[in-house]
Every structure is written in structure tokens, then in C-alpha cells.
């Protein structure tokens, strides 16, 4: 298992900044793929950004350019850096584990974090 704590949300004017971490309870070497995942009031929760073990990267077309994902190996935490805030970017961003086993894959969710971008 993995116990995973976002911090870093809050409220920003449009074309702001904020940095999203994703602190994990073990190693992230162990993790096969760590992501971001947004949830705004009355939409489906949507995948933000994604980084495997491997170190590759994925974006949603919406922040490509705008947003990054990273790994401190050493503090076993993910981050998400976003530039040029939109209001569209409101949401509860959820940091996200997927754990691949034998037979089956395991994902861990954290609390979700708000962010809130004004225009």
C-alpha cells in the first residue's frame, strides 16, 4: 500500500502559478506510475499529467506546455508545476499511484487538493 498527501493548492489570479506536491509513504522507485488527476464540480475526474518509473511523461492536450510533472526521488515526492493559470484549470486535483501486480493493478489516491483560479 501507499498513503499519498497533496499540499500546495490555493487560489491564484489567471496566469498565476502554483506548485502541487505529492508526498508518498514508500519509495517511488516502487511505483510504476504516478499522476494528477482534476475533478471540477459536476465533470468527471480527468487526467492531468502522468510520469512512469521510467521517467517518461504524459500531458493532457489542455495543459500541454503549461504544466509539469516531476519526481524528487529522495523525498519520494511528485510534483505538478502550473503556469499560465486559467480559470478553466479550477479544480480538486488528486495525486494519483498505480501500482501493477501479478494479476492486477492497485491505484492509491490522495485527498485532492483545491486550486482555484480567478479571473
Known amino acids: 500500500q501507499v498513503q499519498l498527501v497533496e499540499s500546495g493548492g490555493g487560489l491564484v489570479q489567471a496566469g498565476g502559478s502554483l506548485r502541487l506536491s505529492c508526498a508518498a509513504s514508500?519509495?517511488?522507485?516502487?511505483?510504476?506510475?504516478m499522476g494528477w488527476y482534476r475533478q471540477a464540480p459536476g465533470k468527471q475526474r480527468e487526467l492531468v499529467a502522468l510520469?512512469?518509473?521510467?521517467?517518461?511523461?504524459m500531458y493532457a492536450d489542455s495543459v500541454k506546455g503549461r504544466f509539469t510533472i516531476s519526481t524528487d526521488n529522495a523525498k519520494n515526492t511528485v510534483y505538478l508545476q502550473m503556469n499560465s493559470l486559467r480559470p478553466e484549470d479550477t479544480a480538486v486535483y488528486y495525486c494519483?499511484?498505480?501500482?501493477?501486480?501479478?494479476?492486477?493493478?492497485?491505484?492509491?489516491w490522495g485527498q485532492g487538493t483545491q486550486v482555484t483560479v480567478a479571473s
Open positions: 514508500r519509495s517511488i522507485f516502487s511505483i510504476n506510475v
Open positions: 494519483n499511484a498505480h501500482i501493477v501486480g501479478v494479476t492486477n493493478g492497485y491505484d492509491y
Open positions: 510520469i512512469t518509473s521510467g521517467s517518461s511523461t
